[in-house]
Structure formats: C-alpha cells, structure tokens
C-alpha cells in the first residue's frame, strides 16, 4: 500500500529548507566584509572627499552589520532547519493525510510573524546602508574622481581603502554586501510565502474541526469543545 503523506506539511518543510540556505547566503557574505573591513561594518560608511584621488572615510560600529548576520543565522538557518525537520518528520512517519490537522499550528503563526518583521528590519538595514555607503563614495565624481558605480571602489586602483587604515580588504566588500541584500529580501518573499501556508492550514484545521463536530451537515454538535485553535492547545496531543 503507497504511503500517504500530507502535502501540505510537507511543502512547508520543504520551504524550511529552501528558506536554511538563503539564510547562509545572505549571513556568511556579509559576516566575510566584518572580517575583511577588521571587525567593522562597511554600511553606511561616512566617506569625506578632501579632493578627487583622496578621502577620510569612517565605518561603521559592527553591531550594524552583525544584527542582520545573527538574526538569520538564528531564524532562518537554526530555526528554520530545526522546525523544518520536525515537519518533514511528521509528514514521512505518518500515514495520515491529514496529520497537520492533528500538528500546532497557532504557536508557529505567532512566531513565524515576528520573524517576519525581524527580516523586513533587517532587510531594510541592509539596503538603505549599501545605498548609503555607495552614494556616499560616488559624490568624488563631484570633485573630479573616477568611480562611475559603487562596484569600482572594490579597484584598489581607484579607491585605496588602506589610506590611512590598516588590514583591509575591499575587494569584494560591493559583490559581497549585495548578494546578501538580494538573498534577504528573497528570504523575506519567501517567509511570507511559508507564513501563508500556515494560514491556509489553519483555515483547513478549522474546516475539518467543524466537520467532525456537524456544523456543515446542519446537525448538532457531535460534542461542546472549542473549535478555536488558539484555545487550549497546549492541551492537544500532536502526532508527532
């Protein structure tokens, strides 16, 4: 007999797993230009042009550019491949269709939504900061510079980081900085993609609740417990 799975929980683990690889694509990049700019952020660095070959630049505190790095590490790649794994454990051990019905799922909403708000935080950090950081260095065109676009600053030819610092490596501070921007806004569409598969099922275990007490059959209630799926689920027994 073929083994019966629930597709949706398992499309949502699998979502998991798409969600613990974007979090190291957006948190290791960006981790690397701490390191490389010596344990400073490269976003919204202040960039004073004196004239068109030379300017006095102040990076940022690191916190800036390690809040984003730790908040994906701990939600979309520790969080996510944990939750992810419980799902798809349920979902392959089972042999009910239906095991989300018997699964939490109001707890997961509740913490998926936060989540939601934290990435959206932290996407905007990133992006307004490489936005500002990058118009910062192209306003040298003003007084004669070169760098047409904020990738040539990664040319040591056309704008020495090492003046007047010491044991940094731009090289790859612009491809790096925006692959993990791109990567966490895809994160963020992604997640919302994950938060409206839990909505959907909390709209199916509501239905099918109903169905087993009557409601859509026009008959009495087969019992009197709430229907509500965020009273009492601590008290339900979860498959798995």
Known sequence: ??????????????????????????????????????????????????????AQ?????????????????FTCILYSLGVGLYFLYAACRSNDPNVGFQMWVMPFLLVNAL?????????????????????????GRKKGNTLQTCSDAEDKSKFDWNKGKTSVN???????????????????????????????RFIRNRRQRSQDMGYEDNEPPKNTASDSDTENFAAVNPSA
């Open 57 to 73: 630049y102040e990076l940022s505190n690191p916190t800036i550019c390690n809040f984003p790095v730790w908040t994906f590490v």
């Open 1 to 54: 007999m073929a083994h019966a799975y629930d597709i949706q929980v398992l499309g949502q683990s699998l979502v998991y797993f798409v969600i613990v690889i974007f979090g190291f694509v957006v948190a290791v990049p960006l981790g690397i230009t701490v390191v490389q700019f010596d344990m400073h952020c490269v976003l919204y660095t202040d960039v004073d042009w004196v004239n068109a070959t030379f």
């Open 170 to 200: 731009a090289s790859d501070f612009y491809s790096f900085s925006k692959t993990s921007e791109v990567a966490g806004w895809i994160t963020f569409l992604i997640w919302i993609v994950q938060m409206a598969l839990g909505v959907l």
């Open 115 to 139: 989540i939601l708000i934290l990435l959206f935080i932290c996407c905007c950090i990133m992006s307004v900061g490489l936005k500002t950081t990058c118009d910062n260095l192209l306003k």
